[in-house]
Nanobody, 126 residues
Framework: DVQLQASGGGLVQAGGSLRLSCAFSGFTIDDYAIGWFRQVPGKEREGVACINTSERTTYYKDSVKDRFTVSSDAAKNTVYLQMDNLRPEDTAIYYC???????????????????WGRGTLVTVSS
């Protein structure tokens, strides 16, 4: 049974930092692409940062490049999203998701995950 649970969200001022964690079970991270997505009410979900550890590739949405870093710890079954220099437009519910169809990091962020878990709210105040 595939499960993912994001945590670490909160309220932060613009320019601040947060680190999100995604604890997962039911699959091995080396076999699949996994990543972070966000959604604002009334808007479509978008891929933010995705990683494929076996291919050693990452993909970032243009607006978060040089500010966000995705990483993984296979021993802890956890994926992280370090978010620095946060902006008010980063406010959203953040989800982690995995593609069990063996996609690349780019494809995962573009097409979306096959499985995702409960999100965590990030609010950036100006």
């Amino acid at each position: 049974d595939v499960q993912l649970q994001a945590s670490g969200g909160g309220l932060v001022q613009a320019g601040g930092s947060l680190r999100l964690s995604c604890a997962f079970s039911g699959f091995t991270i080396d076999d699949y692409a996994i990543g972070w997505f966000r959604q604002v009410p009334g808007k479509e979900r978008e891929g933010v940062a995705c990683i494929n550890t076996s291919e050693r590739t990452t993909y970032y949405k243009d607006s978060v490049k040089d500010r966000f870093t995705v990483s993984s710890d296979a021993a802890k079954n956890t994926v992280y999203l370090q978010m620095d220099n946060l902006r008010p437009e980063d406010t959203a519910i953040y989800y982690c998701g995995v593609d069990l169809g063996h996609s690349s990091s780019y494809a995962l962020c573009q097409r979306g995950p096959s499985n995702w878990g409960r999100g965590t709210l990030v609010t950036v105040s100006s």
